[in-house]
């Protein structure tokens, strides 16, 4: 069985500052996605970014990026030039490459943005 | 956004009272799910759907029943609510296949509150 673990429970970073939330996960798997998760206060769950297990390079999406460490299992999602818009829960999640795989999710980290 | 919706958003009911909660999506999407997440907690896997007439029980045990007649359609039922059932309940869709498609996407929640 795939698990998730997010050690951090919350997090805080001043407003224009880079906060890196911190992510490992256990599999036997080699072909897998790693994802980061945004859910603002009473708002919709949405994407932040996503990475393949096959692919080296880091995954960036404009102030997102991942520093995946697949030999240390490890996936950190870093946040540069925090907005206040960026206060939220975030969970990094887990699939395995195959078409009947559910997506697996660590208990989540509080990050609050302080003006 | 992606085009998956849920009604009621939000309701407040008596013990005893059965109550079905809606979910769409209008991306074709062959894989639906029902998540249980309490405030500021983890998600819990409690149905899920590969299909038409699939359904199958997720991770945490659930006293709700699901069913899948049409694609798009995936409404979660609770025959008798109690208080234990308070809690926000998250539907979701992807792709069937491994590969691009595995992203899964998230309608805004259904806060259900057993009195």
């Known amino acids: 069985a795939q698990t998730v673990t997010q050690s951090q429970p919350e997090m805080s970073v001043q407003e224009a500052e880079t906060v890196t939330l911190s992510c490992t996960y256990d599999t036997s798997e080699n072909n897998y996605y790693l994802f980061w998760y945004k859910q603002p206060p009473s708002r919709q769950m949405i994407l932040v970014i996503r990475?393949?297990?096959?692919?080296?390079q880091n995954a960036t999406e404009n102030r997102f990026s991942v520093n995946f460490q697949k030999a240390a299992k490890s996936f950190s999602l870093k946040i540069s030039d925090s907005q206040l818009g960026d206060t939220a829960m975030y969970f990094c999640?887990?699939?395995?490459?195959?078409?009947?795989?559910?997506?697996?999710f660590g208990k989540g980290i509080t990050l609050s943005v302080r003006p | 956004e992606a085009d998956i919706y849920q009604t009621p958003r939000y309701l407040v009911i008596g013990t005893g009272k059965k109550i079905t909660l809606e979910c769409s999506q209008t991306m074709g999407h062959d894989k639906m799910y029902w998540y249980q997440q309490d405030p500021g907690m983890e998600l819990h896997l409690i149905h899920y759907?590969?299909?038409?007439?699939?359904?199958e029980k997720g991770d945490l045990s659930s006293e709700s029943t699901v069913s899948r007649i049409r694609t798009e359609h995936f409404p979660l039922t609770l025959e008798s609510a109690r208080p234990s059932h308070t809690s926000q309940y998250l539907c979701a869709s992807s792709e069937l296949g491994a590969g691009a498609g595995n992203t899964i996407y998230f309608g805004e929640g259904s806060w259900l509150t057993v009195v």
């Open positions: 999640a887990f699939m395995r490459e195959r078409a009947n795989s559910k997506l697996t």
């Open positions: 990475q393949e297990a096959y692919k080296q």
């Open positions: 759907s590969y299909g038409v007439n699939s359904t």
